[in-house]
């Protein structure tokens, strides 16, 4: 299976965006299913999961802004992203695993390319 992360692009800080993580070739449904990012200089770092039946897990720097949701039915995974902020400029990743309720990046398995979010002051 291959994960195909998009919606990522220039945005002013206060405003939204909506990433997309489809994936080719098996089914996603079954997979816990994360978001991480990293920033220039910085290590990978973990933002948001959602598991199979749809439960949810925030990183503390983004709890109450950014909202992952899942479509088995079009084999995708989103983060809506809102009241960005410059800090929240990284490249963006989705990731998913056979381990349940991890925010461990080693437990993930299978990776997207990243898209780039840029967040302007």
């Known amino acids: 299976v291959q994960l195909q992360a998009s919606g990522g692009g220039l945005v002013q800080a206060g405003g939204s965006l909506r990433l997309s993580c489809t994936a080719s070739?098996?089914?996603?449904?079954?997979?816990?299913m994360g978001w991480f990012r990293q920033a220039p200089g910085k290590e990978r770092e973990f933002i948001a999961a959602i598991s199979s039946s749809g439960s949810s897990t925030y990183a503390d720097p983004v709890k109450g802004r950014f909202f992952i949701s899942r479509d088995n039915a079009k084999n995708t995974v989103y983060l809506q992203m809102a009241n960005l902020k410059p800090e929240d400029s990284a490249v963006y990743y989705c990731?998913?695993?056979?381990?349940?309720?991890?925010?461990?990046?080693?437990?993930?398995?299978?990776w997207g390319q990243g898209t780039q979010v840029t967040v302007s002051s």
């Open positions: 070739g098996r089914t996603l449904s079954t997979y816990y």
């Open positions: 990731a998913a695993t056979v381990f349940t309720a991890t925010i461990v990046e080693k437990n993930y398995h299978l």
